[in-house]
């Protein structure tokens, strides 16, 4: 043993040798991984597949840091515990990465490949880059059970999503239709809508004049986008309105195209209330047109291709982008002297979440999940409590949506996927005009492998529908997929139904709400008991994360460090010489004790610098204790059988309520009030009082008195360890191993967690004057600038007799922790004169400043203090008697200044009592 250490603990923590060390050992030693069978009660999570194509982000340290202290906690409570790891082949982002690849490596397209050999190198990419979700849990000490990793395109997968497709069909859920659905002109593939983010945006609105065929009459429709004018196949009126009742029935002239086009009756489109209570009707590129040509069978004429330029329908406007087309038919209808007006507007843009080009509504066939049979039984379940959504305010909106779902469009234009098993007959399926399948009209023969002749006709030519499935169909059944269904697994019997789902609340409708309508639906039982919805992690201003604010934090950089070059504008103002590395344990001890239910994480790397300085301070006390270990071992004598002081008592008792407070929290998912209990407890109740009173006895030379002590300090941190172990699992397991009679071969990981036994309040109520006295001293000798080492003399008033008896028992303890020369207790009556005060637990704490200090200078001191406190106070009640400030300042600004104003009047209050007393 080198002379730097003391009992193997360096003087200082060093994060990145410690968690290399150890996320090896305990991967080797097999101690992340479940039984299929066992004895043990079983508990499942299931991680969300990071995208493949992904790099870990704060949002993923936040789920790998939740779900691990879950998991370890009830991994070390005795029951089976399974981490199911995967990653998700996401579709569209992972094609267009390739694809951007291939552009800049060898200037060609996937066309210019071809599916086979393109759909090839994106396997080899994902070979490549796939190992980086593992490498990057491991830096977090994510305690997954790697030994099942999935993939949402492995073969267990593939055979599931076959199957699950296959039965849809079978059973009339899933079909095929020629729709109206959100497109994509860049990724040119059909979008979900919960695929579409909307962004208000400042445009315009036109009105434009329609003649009356026959008539020297104009019908005026205002629209956002007048292009799509060119597919007009109608214009609409409410059947109530007296204006236009008598031209219901008759037609109107499309204008640039001469086309006729009927005027029809619809109150379900029109509002007679609004713009001219005329409405034109484009089936085929608006939602609400849509269904309005449904309703009166209207033609659908499609104006624009898959790239959102305009075809053959637009007639002399055809070849055009839409949005010059949108100028050339602007410019023809003002030539005319059909426009109206132009006037500015906001609008809803549409926005692929992917790509982020306008969306484009678009007539197309695709392959749709009916939901509403499926949506029914999910909503019972959470009804019935069988599953249970926290925080529960999620409730509302999950219902909401379920009550209102659409069916689900689950075909993708893309060629990285899993390809939809339906065929067609070359012979059977009608042609295009330039020769090719028209799949549109084609007859699909869906099956779960590649049928060996047509049905109808006899004929072996077939072709398998060119697109892929939804990302999130895969997804969809990742509960049950990753445990073995189809197949009726060991491990799908012991961990089905999983126990918790722990993700952002911006996926519930994407997964949780479709994992829920697949589990119950082919598993007869919901996929997870509990969704726990965390909340979004923003920077210190509560701002969202984006690189183009220049705000975001990598959590690789936040445990390793980072130069300044590499870090993000926003950081590199903060640490201009580089980023310190702050090492696992902090960062998950911060995103832990910031995870409150309902409220978004604001991370500040302070807070990870002050959890930081937690971790140091618990690694320095661990050392202090085993420095005077010695050779001691507790052995097996209870501890309640040994002399136990009231000190030992009292941190004995302490320890049994925040174990206490930790599994309760925990059991009801509130991470930042277990972190929080356990923080205060280690700093404060363990570090700050018991280590300072154990030294005496420590350091005497009363044997047996410091053989209790020492026994006292090793149940407590080893209590300690394993509370805090499913938090900061690296700098717990390395303590642990240095404490008396843990085996070499051990690990604090598969170590029992604690059970709170019986607290012994008489004592904690018995140490509670001592511990005021002695914190209101401090305060004293804090606030009037005292030296810490300058012995004082305190007077201690109070009319309660037991608690003078109480303190004169214990005066031992403050005296010592105080600084005291000299401790009276007096009944209540007058304060000693020119003395500093304190009053608090039924005590009223004075300490006489006269020969301590010059009090003509303090009393300069506590005037300038008081002028200081006041101009602060008189400056934020400016602020907040504006009610324009409160009115637009964000709320919790507004509730800091206040609490600020409340602290100040205190701390007046304070300074100008003790300014009258000297």
Same mark, same amino acid.
């Given at each position: ?9 360096? +003087? ?21 991984? #479940? ?58 982002? &992972? ?115 329609? *003649? ?67 409405? +034109? ?47 050339? %038919? ?47 039984? #999910? ?30 469009? %689950?075909?993708?234009?893309?060629? /990285? ?28 023969? =869906? ?24 990302? /999130?169909? !895969? ?14 697994? $060991? ?6 139904? &999983? ?53 975001? =934090?990598?959590?690789?950089? =936040?445990?390793?460090? #980072? ?26 001890? &911060? ?25 140091? +301070? ?70 700050? /009082? ?25 149940? %407590? ?8 172990? $499913?938090?900061?699992?690296?700098? &717990? ?35 509670? *004057? ?63 004169? !020119? ?8 005590? #009223? ?23 200081? =406190? ?8 400016? +602020? ?39």
């Amino acid at each position: 043993m080198s002379d730097d250490t003391q009992e193997g603990l360096p +003087k200082a923590y060093e994060p990145s040798e410690v968690e290399a060390r150890w996320y090896r050992r305990w991967e080797d030693a097999g101690c992340f991984r #479940a039984e299929a069978r066992s004895s043990k009660p079983p508990y499942c999570i299931i991680l969300p597949p990071p995208n493949v194509t992904g790099s870990l982000h704060i949002g993923h340290a936040l789920t790998a840091t939740l779900e691990d202290i879950l998991t370890r906690w009830h991994r070390m409570r005795g029951f089976n515990a399974l981490w199911q790891p995967g990653v998700d082949h996401a579709g569209i982002a &992972t094609q267009m990465v390739v694809e951007r690849e291939v552009k800049k490596a060898e200037n060609k397209t996937r066309h210019d490949l071809g599916r086979a050999e393109f759909v090839r190198r994106i396997w080899a990419w994902k070979e490549r880059y796939g190992a980086r979700i593992k490498e990057q849990h491991e830096h977090l000490g994510a305690s997954l059970d790697w030994s099942r990793a999935r993939f949402t395109m492995d073969e267990g997968s593939s055979r599931a999503v076959l199957e699950v497709f296959v039965r849809l069909y079978e059973e009339g859920l899933l079909y095929r239709a020629n729709r109206l659905i959100n497109w994509c002109p860049d990724c040119r593939t059909a979008l979900s809508d919960l695929e579409v983010e909307h962004e208000e945006r400042q445009g315009s609105i036109w009105e434009i004049r329609y *003649p009356v065929k026959g008539q020297d009459r104009f019908l005026t429709v205002a629209t956002t986008r007048p292009e799509t004018m060119l597919g007009d196949t109608a214009v609409a009126v409410h059947p109530d309105d007296p204006r236009y009742r008598d031209l219901v029935g008759k037609t109107v002239i499309l204008p640039l195209l001469d086309r006729e086009i009927p005027v029809i009756a619809d109150a379900t489109l029109v509002d007679p209330e609004f713009g001219t209570g005329v409405v +034109k009707v484009t089936p085929a590129h608006d939602f609400n047109d849509y269904q309005t040509g449904l309703r009166h069978k209207l033609a659908m004429i499609s104006i624009l291709d898959e790239a959102a330029r305009t075809n053959d329908a637009a007639g002399p406007y055809a070849g055009l982008d839409r949005f010059e087309a949108r100028k050339r %038919v602007l410019a023809d209808l003002e030539a005319r002297g059909l426009l109206v007006s132009e006037k500015p507007h906001t609008l809803s843009i549409g926005l692929c979440q992917r790509s982020g080009t306008i969306v484009e509504p678009r007539l197309s066939p695709q392959w749709f999940v009916r939901i509403e049979p499926l949506a029914r039984p #999910a909503i019972e379940a959470v009804e019935q409590g069988r599953t249970t959504i926290l925080p529960e305010t999620w409730n509302a909106t999950y219902f909401h949506w379920m009550r209102n779902i659409q069916d689900w469009c %689950v075909s993708r234009q893309l060629w /990285w996927g899993h390809q939809i098993p339906a065929w067609y007959c070359n012979a059977c399926t009608p042609r295009t005009p330039t020769g090719g399948l028209d799949l549109e009209r084609g007859a699909p023969i =869906v099956a779960r492998t590649q049928p060996a002749s047509c049905p109808a006709c006899g004929g072996s030519a077939l072709t398998q529908d060119p697109d892929v499935l939804d990302t /999130w169909f !895969s997804s969809a059944l990742w509960p049950f997929s990753t445990l073995g269904w189809p197949e009726r697994t $060991p491990e799908l019997a012991t961990f089905y139904p &999983t126990s918790v789902l722990e993700t952002g609340h911006d996926i519930l409708f994407f997964w949780v709400a479709r994992m829920m309508m697949m589990g119950l639906h082919f598993m007869g039982d919901v996929p997870f008991r509990t969704v726990y919805l965390h909340a979004m992690v923003r920077d210190e201003k509560g701002e969202k994360m984006s690189k183009v604010k220049g705000n975001v =934090v990598d959590p690789l950089d =936040v445990i390793h460090g #980072a130069k300044a070059q590499d870090l993000p504008a926003s950081l590199r103002n903060k640490f201009p010489q580089g980023m310190p590395a702050f090492g696992a344990d902090a960062l998950r001890y &911060t995103l832990a004790a910031l995870a409150a239910q309902g409220r978004d994480i604001k991370l500040s790397l302070d807070r990870v610098n002050g959890y930081k300085a937690f971790t140091n +301070k618990l690694w320095n006390a661990s050392r202090f204790l085993l420095l005077y270990l010695g050779d001691f071992h507790p052995g097996d004598r209870p501890l309640r059988e040994r002399p136990l002081t009231l000190a030992d008592r009292w941190i004995l008792s302490r320890t049994e309520r925040v174990t206490r407070e930790v599994n309760d929290a925990l059991g009801r998912f509130e991470f930042a009030e277990a972190a929080s209990a356990a923080y205060q407890f280690t700093w404060h109740a363990f570090c700050d /009082w018991y280590i300072e009173l154990a030294k005496p006895a420590l350091q005497g030379e009363d044997a047996a008195r410091g053989d209790t002590t020492r026994a006292v300090l090793i149940h %407590v941190l080893d209590r300690v360890l394993r509370l805090l172990h $499913p938090f900061i699992p690296y700098i &717990t397991e390395e303590i642990w191993h240095r404490l008396p009679g843990v085996p070499a071969d051990a690990f604090l990981m598969r170590a029992a967690y604690p059970e709170a036994g019986e607290e012994d309040p008489a004592a904690e109520a018995e140490m509670a *004057p001592v511990i005021a006295v002695i914190d209101g001293i401090r305060n004293i000798r804090g606030e009037s600038n005292l030296p810490p080492l300058q012995k004082i003399r305190a007077v201690v008033q109070t009319d309660d007799a037991a608690l003078r008896g109480a303190l004169e028992r214990w005066r031992g303890y403050v005296e010592p922790l105080a600084g005291l020369s000299e401790l009276l207790l007096q009944p209540a009556g007058a304060p000693p004169p !020119s003395s500093a005060s304190w009053v608090g637990q039924g005590v #009223a704490v004075y300490v006489p400043l006269a020969g301590l200090l010059d009090l003509d200078e303090e009393r300069a001191r506590l005037r300038k203090e008081i002028a200081r =406190v006041e101009s602060d106070l008189a400056a934020l009640n400016r +602020k907040l008697d504006n009610p324009s400030f409160v009115a637009r300042a964000p709320a919790d600004v507004v509730e800091k200044d206040r609490a600020r104003v409340t602290e100040l009047e205190g701390r007046r209050a304070k300074l100008l009592d003790n300014l009258s007393r000297i």
